[in-house]
Structure formats: structure tokens, C-alpha cells
């Protein structure tokens, strides 16, 4: 259970939630990658994007000087010192127009002769300026008084000297052009020209403005190295390969951006996953489930009944062999088995569904009486138990306690079944042969069918001589049938209770052992039908009776048929061939049957009962009352005659038994049909049974059955009441 919850839980929940964080993370770590990769790239870019600036920067500040200093005005308005000029138009202007920070005009001596600061306040002092512009001041005037024009062209009139300097503090790009004729018409001696010092500082607007143009945030001047790492920086060198300062700014990182925007998407991908995984979870657990139920239930059924759902003859011999396979030498263990007394009978009679829930009732109370052994159903009405420790007394109890359980009514229907068992026990200690077991078991069983049903017996060792006797019996019956010799035919005389008169005989079989004896037919017609020889013994009695009859014209004879004699095919015909080769007249002829053969008129023997009484051939209920369709049954099945059984008739003296006589009299009666009570020995009986009304009485009483010549010769002047001897034992 612990472990089918765990699974459960684990196919469900553990799983699921694995595998979405497995895939997700892997996504989600790709996407990182993938986000740093591009960021880099990006950064690099960025980075390049402010080098190539600072660069455009520094020759857009000479280009911008340019646009004033190569000009013929003012080289003349410079060398005259035209203050308001030069402010006007290499000062004040090229603050205005290009955003240049301060601007100064040098004479040739390198003095300056103008200065202008945009910002009044913070304004240079002209130490600090002489600091960042001398140098490159003096280099200029070198190249110029050299001579040197390289790096000029179409785009850049005039050399000039440009780099990153301090001007005290403040870092700043200083450019030096020389204020030169754009015509060539003013004149001036090389290295006598005058100079124009253009200043942009890095740490004002600029930043601020180039961060604008190119997109960078934040970007800003520092002179030391960043250590945020959420910044990027490029060093800034000057012209001499030395890092001047850095800028730095807050990089535009594309990857991280599309990270952050697929983050929320990312989580929707891992719930989604998730609740998908886990319903795929839940569906493959109950797909599971069903299927190791329908495993289970599999299994169950190949070893279980399908009906009482106790376990069937396979698990049971499993089970037997298993324990007895395993028993310790002091381990006990008991084997039971059961057999449902006339349970064939009441299936006959009700039908298969009422046979069939019969079954399962019994299965039910068998395993409330016995709940801790193991129980199959191993046939029809048979089943057998399996205990596990159990000595001869206990033993003994159990069958005692299974015969009486089984004994009470189960009711079906409304109707009140009354069943019986009879129970075969066999024990054993220690290791031993299960089928020894079982053996034994049933044969104990048998002993206790033998001694009247509704029984239990325990096997003991004589048992096997008795089995062995049983045998020797069944050998001689089978060798009697054949031959045809030892099966003799007695008659009972029935007498008219009304006028007292014989009117019939019924034929008995008996078998004359040749060293047994007579044997009683209740032992060996069970016998017979179960070796299939009772057709045979049925035959040899009609036989018997058609060719007695034939010598006695006035009265009728029955002869009693079970119920595998008349289900054969042509039993019908048989009956006719014989009765005409006796010459006899097909109405001298009843046939006794039991309950159990009653049958619907569309089946096989309810065609054959139809021919014979269409040919005139009477039919008797024999034992009426014993089986369980009495009253409804006869409703439907077309007979001539109940013969009461004698059961009912030794109980006459009691009131209950009197009134079912009484209704089965009715019964009969309102239906038309004749009355024979059975089993009449005493005098009180017989008046009783005349007094109710009965038509025919039978019984010790009157006559007990007699040989055939005694038959014979006893018909010839037989009256009720002249009490004759028996001439044989019955
Ligand atoms: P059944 O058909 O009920 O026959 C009546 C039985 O009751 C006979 O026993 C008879 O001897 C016995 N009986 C009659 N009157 C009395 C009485 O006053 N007191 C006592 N205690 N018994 C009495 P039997 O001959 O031993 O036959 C036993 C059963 O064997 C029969 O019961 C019948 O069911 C069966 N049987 C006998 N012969 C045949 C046969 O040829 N074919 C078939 N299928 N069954 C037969
Ligand atoms: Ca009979
Ligand atoms: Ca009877």
C-alpha cells in the first residue's frame, strides 16, 4: 500500500516536477548562455561605439577649429588683436556652435592673447590651461616651422595636435590648430603662426550628449578603473599610449532584456509542463492501476470460482502442496471434503439459477463457519478445506459443526431449501504426499455418503479395506450385470385401501451375492448408476415384471426407473418393444420415478413421459414429499399417481406431519390424480391413511416384498389384511 502511494505520489508529483525543472533548467540555462553570449558581443560593440567616438570626437573638436581658423579674416583680425572679433568668432561663436568649453588664441610666442570660458564660474585658470595645451602647443609650432603638412587633405586643411589631457583637474580633449589663409593671400613666416586651443571637458555635458546621440546610459568620465561589474568602460589613452581615464556606462544588455521578457514565459512553460506531466503521471498511474487490477482479477480467476468466488481446485492443490511441501515434522494439517447432500435434486428441480446461488449461499456459510481455512470448490457440489494445525478432536468439531450448518435451511426465493453435507476428514502430521492427503480425505468422504449422508467421517486405515471391498463390489456388479445372473426381481403387493383388494405390484431389484448374499438396492442401485450400468438392471427388471405380469391378468405392476434410465435415448421405445413382447397391454404398466426426474414436458424426458402415456403407460411420483417441487411441480408435469413417501407416512402420529399428508391428499385429489402411501407398518397408520382418503397402500404391514414365484402364488388369493410372511429377507 506504502509503496503503491509512493509510487503514486511519485509518478504524480516527483516526476512531473523533475522533469519540467530538468527541461525547463536546461532551457532557461541555454537562454542564459545564449543572453551572455549576445551581451558580450553586445559590449564589445558598445565598446568599440565609444572608442570609434572619442576618436570622431577628437577630430570633430580640430575640424570644428577648422571652420574659423583657416580663414584669411582671421589671421588678420588675430595678428591685429581684434579682441571683439577673435571673441566673436574663435571664442563665444564656436562655444555656441560646436559646444567647445573654453577656447584661446596663442600668439606665436605661445602667449595667449584671447581666452574665453563658457562656464564663468568654473572657468580654467590659465595655469591649469597652459598645463594641458603648452606641449601640444609646442609640438605644433615644431611641425609647423618644419614644414610639415602630413595629414592633410581635402577634409583636413591645417595640421593640428589633439589629445586627452587634464586641465587641472578636469579631464578634457585639447586640440591645437594653427590660424591659417584659406587663400593663400595673407602671408605669414612657417612657425609664426598663431594658434587656436579648443577645450571639450569629458566630465561636463558631453558624456551626457554622446550617451544621447549613441544610446548609452548613463556614460560617464572616470579616471579610475570602474569595479562595478554591472558597467562597461573603454580606457581612454592619450598620445602617448598611457591610460588618461575611462569612460564608463550602464551597457545596453539585449540578452539579459529578452531573458527578462521570456522569464514569465518560462515559468507558463514550467507549469505547463508540470500540470501536463503530471496528468500524463496521474493517467499512466490509473492506466497502471487498471491494469494491474485487471491483472490481479486475472489471476484471481484462474484461481478462483467464479460462482462463490472461493478458490478452485488448482489454488487449492497449489496451496496443499505448498504447506505440506514446507510442514515442519510436528506441523498438522487437516483436509476436508464436503459434498452437498441432494444437491442434484434441488438444481433438477428449481433450475440451474436457484442451483447455482444455493451454491454460493452454502460457500458463504461454510467459510462463517470455518473463516480461517482456505476453502475451494472443486465441482459441482463439492468442495474441499484446507487447516492448517489441527489435531483428531478439533478436526472432529469442524465436521460436526460444517454437517449441522449445513443441515439448516437456506432460503431462496422465499423458499425454504433444506440441504444436507456429508464431510470426509483426513489428517496428517508433518511432511507427507498430498495426493495420499486428499486420497484419504475422499474416501473418508465416500464412508460417510455410505453411512446415510448428511455425516462426516474420519478416515481411518480400515477405511482403505472397505475402499478395497467397495471396488471388489463394483468388479462383481459389473460381472452380475453382464451375465445377467444375479439380479433377481421381488414384488411388492400393493392393496386397494378401499376394498382391501391386491391390485398391483411393484418389482424391486435385488442382487444375490454369491457369497454376499442378498444385497439392499439402496447400496447397489447408487452403485449402479454411477458405473452407468442402471439401464442394464432396469431392463432386466422390466423384463422381470412384463414376463410376471403376463401370468397374472387381473393387476397392474410398477417398476421404478431413475432419472439416468429415462433421459437415455429409446428408453421409450424399449419399454413399448417390451411390454408387446410380454403381450401386455401398455396401461398394466406404471412407472415410479422421483422428483428429481419430474421435468418440463419440452425437454428430452418430459417427450419421453409424453409417448408413454400417449401409449397408455401410467407414471408415478415415487417419494413424494422428500424433494422440494411436490406441489408446484406436479402442476406441470403430466403423472398419474404420488406415492407418499414413507417418511411422512412413520410421522402420521404427529400433527404437523398428518396435515402435509393431508395437503399432499388434496393436492392430489383436486389435480386427479391416484394416492399410494408407502411404508405402511402399523394398523394405525393404515386406518389413518384409509380415513384421509388414500387410494392404494403399500407397506410391511400388508406384505413385504416377495420372490417372484411366492409373487405369484400370494396374487392368487392375496386380500388386504391377511398378513403373509416374507419368504426371503429383503
Ligand atoms: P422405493 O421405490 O421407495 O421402494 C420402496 C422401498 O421401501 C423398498 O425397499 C421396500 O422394500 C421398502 N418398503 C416397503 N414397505 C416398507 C415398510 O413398511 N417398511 C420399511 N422399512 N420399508 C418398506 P427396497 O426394495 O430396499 O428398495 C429401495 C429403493 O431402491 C427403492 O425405493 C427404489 O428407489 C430403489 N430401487 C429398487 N429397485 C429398483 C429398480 O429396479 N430400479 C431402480 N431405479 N431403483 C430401484
Ligand atoms: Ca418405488
Ligand atoms: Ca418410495
Excluded at 505 to 511: F, V
Excluded at 595 to 615: H, P, Q
Aim: charged share 25%.
Amino acid at each position: 500500500m506504502i509503496m503503491q502511494l509512493q509510487s503514486q505520489w511519485f509518478l504524480r508529483w516527483v516526476l512531473p516536477a523533475c522533469a519540467s525543472f530538468v527541461l525547463c533548467g536546461l532551457l532557461f540555462i541555454s537562454l542564459s548562455w545564449a543572453a551572455a553570449r549576445s551581451d558580450e558581443v553586445a559590449v564589445l560593440r558598445q565598446r568599440d561605439l565609444v572608442t570609434l567616438t572619442v576618436a570622431k570626437l577628437k577630430a570633430g573638436i580640430a575640424h570644428d577649429q577648422e571652420s574659423a581658423t583657416v580663414w584669411d579674416d582671421a589671421v588678420r583680425n588675430a595678428r591685429a588683436a581684434n579682441i571683439e572679433w577673435i571673441d566673436a568668432n574663435l571664442g563665444s561663436w564656436m562655444h555656441s556652435y560646436f559646444g567647445h568649453d573654453t577656447a584661446l588664441v596663442l600668439t606665436s610666442d605661445l602667449v595667449p592673447l584671447y581666452q574665453f570660458s563658457a562656464d564663468v564660474d568654473f572657468a580654467p585658470t590659465t595655469g591649469d590651461l597652459r598645463g594641458a595645451y603648452l606641449p601640444l602647443a609646442e609640438t605644433l609650432r615644431t611641425r609647423l616651422t618644419a614644414g610639415d603638412t602630413e595629414g592633410t587633405g581635402d577634409k583636413i586643411l591645417s595640421i593640428g595636435e589633439t589629445d586627452l589631457s587634464y586641465v587641472g583637474f578636469r579631464p578634457a580633449i585639447v586640440s591645437v590648430k594653427p590660424i591659417v589663409s584659406d587663400t593663400g593671400d595673407v602671408e605669414q613666416a612657417a612657425g609664426s603662426e598663431m594658434l587656436h586651443v579648443a577645450v571639450r571637458f569629458l566630465d561636463g555635458d558631453l558624456p551626457t550628449v554622446i550617451g544621447k546621440e549613441y544610446e548609452f546610459s548613463e556614460l560617464q568620465f572616470s579616471a579610475k578603473r570602474p569595479r562595478d561589474r554591472n558597467l562597461a568602460f573603454v580606457p581612454l589613452k592619450g598620445r602617448d599610449g598611457e591610460i588618461f581615464g575611462y569612460f564608463e556606462w550602464k551597457p545596453f544588455r539585449p540578452g539579459h532584456h529578452v531573458l527578462e521578457a521570456t522569464t514569465p514565459a518560462l515559468i507558463l512553460a514550467f507549469v505547463a509542463l508540470f500540470a501536463g506531466s503530471s496528468l500524463a503521471g496521474g493517467a499512466i498511474w490509473r492506466r497502471t492501476e487498471r491494469l494491474a487490477a485487471s491483472r490481479a482479477e486475472l489471476s484471481h480467476q484462474a484461481s478462483h470460482d467464479a460462482l462463490t468466488g472461493l478458490a478452485n481446485r488448482a489454488r487449492f492443490n497449489e496451496e496443499l502442496n505448498r504447506q505440506l511441501r514446507e510442514a515442519s515434522d510436528d506441523e498438522r494439517h487437516t483436509v476436508l471434503f464436503v459434498d452437498l447432500d441432494r444437491f442434484k435434486a434441488v438444481n433438477d428441480t428449481f433450475g440451474h439459477p436457484v442451483g447455482d446461488k444455493l451454491i454460493s449461499l452454502a460457500a458463504a456459510r461454510m467459510r462463517d463457519l470455518i473463516p480461517e481455512a482456505l476453502i475451494a470448490r472443486i465441482g459441482g457440489d463439492e468442495f474441499t478445506i484446507l487447516l492448517q494445525g489441527d489435531d483428531a478432536l478439533v478436526a472432529e468439531e469442524l465436521a460436526d459443526t460444517l454437517v449441522h450448518g449445513l443441515k439448516a435451511p437456506f432460503e431462496i426465493e422465499t423458499a425454504h431449501v433444506v440441504i444436507g453435507a456429508s464431510v470426509g476428514v483426513a489428517f496428517t502430521r508433518g511432511p507427507c504426499d498430498p495426493a495420499e492427503l486428499t486420497r484419504k480425505a475422499d474416501i473418508a468422504l465416500y464412508h460417510a455418503k455410505a453411512a446415510g449422508r448428511n455425516t462426516y467421517a474420519i478416515f481411518g486405515d480400515h477405511m482403505d479395506e472397505l475402499l478395497r471391498k467397495r471396488r471388489a463390489l463394483e468388479n462383481d456388479l459389473r460381472s452380475a450385470v453382464e451375465t445377467c445372473s444375479q439380479i433377481e426381481t421381488f414384488y411388492q403387493p400393493v392393496f386397494s385401501a378401499s376394498n382391501g383388494k391386491l391390485c398391483s405390484l411393484e418389482a424391486l431389484a435385488r442382487w444375490n451375492h454369491p457369497t454376499l448374499g442378498y444385497i439392499s438396492p439402496d447400496q447397489f442401485i447408487p452403485l449402479a448408476e454411477e458405473m452407468g450400468l442402471i439401464r442394464e438392471i432396469g431392463s432386466l427388471v422390466l423384463e422381470d415384471a412384463c414376463r410376471t405380469l403376463a401370468e397374472l391378468p387381473e393387476i397392474t405392476v410398477a417398476v421404478n426407473a431413475s432419472a439416468r434410465e429415462l433421459e437415455a435415448p429409446g428408453y421409450a421405445l424399449r419399454v413399448l418393444a417390451t411390454l408387446a413382447r410380454s403381450n401386455l397391454r401398455p396401461d398394466r404398466l406404471e412407472i415410479e420415478m422421483t422428483e428429481s426426474a419430474t421435468t418440463d414436458n419440452d425437454s428430452e424426458l418430459g417427450r419421453t413421459i409424453s409417448t408413454l402415456r400417449a401409449a397408455g403407460v401410467r407414471f408415478a411420483i415415487d417419494d413424494f414429499g422428500t424433494g422440494y417441487s411436490s406441489f408446484s411441480r406436479v402442476q406441470r408435469v403430466e403423472i398419474d399417481r404420488i406415492k407418499i413417501d414413507k417418511s411422512f407416512v412413520d410421522e402420521m402420529h404427529r400433527s404437523d406431519s398428518r396435515a402435509l399428508v393431508v395437503a399432499m391428499i388434496d393436492m392430489a385429489r383436486a389435480k386427479g390424480l391416484k394416492i399410494t402411501a408407502e411404508g405402511v407398518e402399523t394398523a394405525e397408520q393404515r386406518e389413518a391413511l384409509e380415513r384421509l382418503g388414500c387410494d392404494d397402500l403399500q407397506g410391511f404391514l400388508l406384505s413385504r416384498p416377495l420372490p417372484r414365484e411366492a409373487a405369484i402364488a400370494y396374487v392368487s388369493g392375496a386380500t388386504l389384511g391377511s398378513v403373509k410372511p416374507t419368504l426371503r429377507p429383503t
